[in-house]
């Protein structure tokens, strides 16, 4: 077929992303305006100011996304939007404004799945992965594990029943009072524990339980394990004393301790889905790959961990850079170049009435 490009918008949760990618998997231009310091200081997110901040910001991002690529809108094939799953006073204004974008240029528009553009991204990076594939998505968000078949065929193998890890290690992040520690006030929670981890002098200290070892599906738990960090960290905290502000003494063992449970949850739900998935002869015998995406996948020690499940089953670990794991208009973009190639769900600007958010 022949060049096209495709303009992705995100906004489905709170992040503003725009991004221009052609059909040669060539990221022309990128911006993203991010929420999260100002849901930080509301104590979570407001759905209708996370709403109002992607109004606000909406315009801008396209534009400098446009300019970024040195392009204007009569150069763009195509406008992708997410229009689930998510906030849904978030999706309606990137929604909206792809659609907007659409009719005012007469451009086809393509309606696209958050989830299914997180699980897709590593095929613009990574031309090994091939259909089809797993994909283990852990963000603040997300936790799920699927089979992707095709650009639009996806087989849910399992999901987490409580928590997703990103959220764990956010609340063990601030019930640590993390930020306290200078060097890591910026970072992610996960970011955060994943280096106090690394001056860990014994995680066994804290032994954690890996849960639901003996259930016989692929879904995740990790509330009784913040259930249980929560008391430790109390009791730590009365043990010794401390004061208001101050990180308890035993947090890098406490932090290595969670990040080796988490990973080791994780592994034995991928494991256990490669062997189902060979049993079942639903995976090819060889150069299948796993895809980790999400947030959660910058973290290195659960990456390794990962790699060396990968190495015993002959699986290719496929790991998209940080910026395009997080939520990113990268993602639509290139979802909008699969599905466009294929003439999946590609609306004509004049038929958009029937485009919902949800
Ligand atoms: O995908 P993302 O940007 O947003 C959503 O949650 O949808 O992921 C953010 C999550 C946060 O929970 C953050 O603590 C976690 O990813 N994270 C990490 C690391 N970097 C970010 N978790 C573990 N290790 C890291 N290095
Ligand atoms: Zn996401």
Known sequence: GSKFKVLGIETSCDDTGVAIVDSDRVLLGDAIHNQSQIHIENGGILPPVAGHLHR????LVANQALAAAGLSM?????VAATVKPGLSLSLEVGTKYGCHLSKMWKKPFIPIHHMEAHALMARMVDESVKFPFLVLLISGGHCLLALV?????FL???TTVDNSPGEVFDKLHRRLKLRNVPELSKLSGGHAIEIMAQRASNYLEFPLEIPATQSLSCDFSFSGMLTKCTRT???EEQKYGTSADAVIESAPNLCAAVQMCIAKQLCRRVERAIIFLSRKGMMPPDKCSLVVSGGVAANKFISKALKMVCDTYDYHLSV?????????GVMIAWNGVERFRENLGVLQWDQLASVKVS
Do not use: Q
């Open 56 to 59: 606000a910001n909406m315009e």
């Open 156 to 158: 849910l193998i399992g």
């Open 74 to 78: 009569s150069d763009i094939d195509v």
């Open 233 to 235: 960290i109390e009791t």
């Open 149 to 153: 078949e095709s650009v639009d065929s």
């Open 320 to 328: 998209p850079p940080p910026h395009l794991c997080n939520d990113n």
